[in-house]
Nanobody, 120 residues
Framework: QVQLVESGGGLAQAGGSLRLSCAGS????????MGWYRQARGNERELVAG???????TDADSVKGRFTISRVNAKNPEYLEMNSLKPEGSCVYYC??????????????WGQGTQVTVSS
């Protein structure tokens, strides 16, 4: 079974930085896309940043220029560098990966989430 585990969340001051990482375990042949989502209480989960197999990235307008998603290769951890943090970014951050099985059917996998709290 594929599992994703996030780490790196915690408490930071406004204007500070945190780096989140997402590591996968289990049988992983390749990864089509990976991304970071966040969800504040009472709100829907929203995309923060994503990266595809060839390295193309996408960022939410609210984090452009401040957050950077990266991945060394398809089987290594994914990172989200978060700079110039704002209090409104305080919520749970989730890692998601779209991973094919041996028949090339794809599945969505989610991590358990990591809390990020930004103090003003």
């Amino acid at each position: 079974q594929v599992q994703l585990v996030e780490s790196g969340g915690g408490l930071a001051q406004a204007g500070g930085s945190l780096r989140l990482s997402c590591a996968g375990s289990g049988t992983i042949f390749s990864i089509n896309t990976m991304g970071w989502y966040r969800q504040a209480r009472g709100n829907e989960r929203e995309l923060v940043a994503g990266i595809c197999r060839v390295g193309t990235t996408t960022d939410a307008d609210s984090v452009k220029g401040r957050f950077t998603i990266s991945r060394v290769n398809a089987k290594n951890p994914e990172y989200l560098e978060m700079n110039s943090l704002k209090p409104e970014g305080s919520c749970v951050y989730y890692c998601k990966a779209v991973i094919p099985d041996s028949t090339m059917r794809t599945y969505d996998y989610w991590g358990q989430g990591t809390q990020v709290t930004v103090s003003s």
